[in-house]
């Protein structure tokens, strides 16, 4: 499954969904994290639903996306375009996550994460 983290440096999440700037994204298995790209999802549009949709679009790949808050609104908008939202403490490290991910999906993971993963794998095959 792809999950994408909203940080401006790649080792925090520290970003919120609707200002970040840029999203780390990397493929995550029950066996490993392998980071796939950056993605620039600066913008200067005013209108905040269009400036949702853009941020959407741009981690569309996505089946789960970490970020420190995000509005109701957005939620339901990221939720909507199949993407789950998971919101962390401001400046959780981003490695750590990736570890609970993988601990999580390797011993009871909670029903969110089995959903992201059985979706994310009937998308691949």
């Known amino acids: 499954m ?15 969904f609707g200002w970040s ?15 796939l790209k950056t993605i620039n999802a600066e913008t ?3 209108d905040e639903h269009e400036k949702l949709n853009y941020k959407i679009d741009a981690i569309g790949e996505a089946d ?18 199949g993407i789950h939202p998971v919101r962390v403490a401001e400046g959780e490290d981003l490695k750590g996550s990736i570890d609970n991910i993988l601990e999580m999906l390797n011993t009871q993971p909670p029903m969110w994460l089995l ?5 994310a794998q009937q998308k691949s095959a």
């Open 21 to 35: 700037k840029e999203f780390y994204l990397y493929r995550i298995n029950k066996e490993s994290a392998e980071f």
């Open 115 to 119: 959903r992201a993963f059985h979706k």
């Open 2 to 16: 792809i999950v994408a983290f909203a940080s401006s440096t790649g080792e925090k999440i520290d970003q919120h």
């Open 64 to 81: 789960i996306m970490y970020c420190t808050q995000i509005g109701p609104k957005a939620s339901q908008m990221v939720q909507s375009a």
């Open 44 to 46: 200067d549009l005013e």
